[in-house]
């Protein structure tokens, strides 16, 4: 059964990639897993239906037979938990790459994803800068830790994997809204791998379209 997952009907990212649906659409296309979306308005997000498949009503979710999940890592891991290509098999392996996918969400996307609404959302008011500073600081030592960690590598530990895939959506987010990846070469290259990959463009191309579709409407 093809699973159906939800996304906005117009995204605030304007078609640059950056909704939380585009992950759940990279992992679908890493392991070949046809699936349809339904777009949702921000009025039909606030209503009863989407609230009984995410209960913040926010998206994606994700709806195969009678499973509906919400949350775009818990969505990624059940993809990749039941499809060959995005987990390693060794159990040990298997288990750095969920780790991955914990640090990428919970340690390096908070300071980033602060970063972005206080710029849209704080820009006016007097703490500002020093809210931005703070954040720019804590965002450096995460990518600090994170340039020393991958090195010279081309993923995070050998393969590509889950962990990969959202440590790179969530790095997009931070070059979209500065320059601080320009000071880690390594970063820099290890998001434009990501981007290359033929997965990444398919989901990219085909959440775009959603927005051209809209703003032609």
């Known amino acids: 059964m093809k699973p159906i997952i939800t996304a ?50 926010q998206i994606p979710t994700y709806e195969q037979g009678d499973l509906a999940l919400f949350e775009s890592g818990a ?15 060794d159990p040990d392996a298997r288990a750095r790459a969920v780790t991955w996918m914990f640090a990428a969400l919970n340690t390096v996307e908070p300071p980033i994803f602060d970063r972005s609404l206080v710029n849209i959302l704080e820009r006016d008011e007097p703490w500002y800068e020093q809210r931005l500073r703070s954040l720019d600081s804590s965002i450096r030592k995460r ?44 970063l820099a290259a290890y998001v434009v791998r990501g981007e290359a990959r033929p997965a990444y463009k398919r989901a990219f191309a085909d959440q775009l379209a959603v927005f051209t579709a809209a703003s032609a409407g």
């Open 75 to 89: 969505i990624v891991f059940h993809i990749a938990e039941h499809n060959a290509g995005l987990l390693p098999r």
């Open 8 to 57: 906005f009907e117009r995204s605030p990212d304007r078609g640059k990639g950056l909704a939380r649906d585009m992950r759940v659409r990279w992992a679908l296309e890493e392991v070949s897993q046809p699936y349809d979306v339904r777009l949702v308005s921000f009025e039909e997000m606030k209503q009863p239906a989407h609230l009984a498949l995410h209960p913040f009503g």
């Open 143 to 186: 990518l600090d830790g994170l340039s020393a960690r991958l090195g010279d590598a081309d993923w995070l530990d050998g393969a590509f994997s889950a962990g990969d895939l959202l440590m790179v959506t969530v790095l997009l987010r931070l070059k979209a809204s500065s320059d601080m990846l320009d000071d880690y070469s390594n």
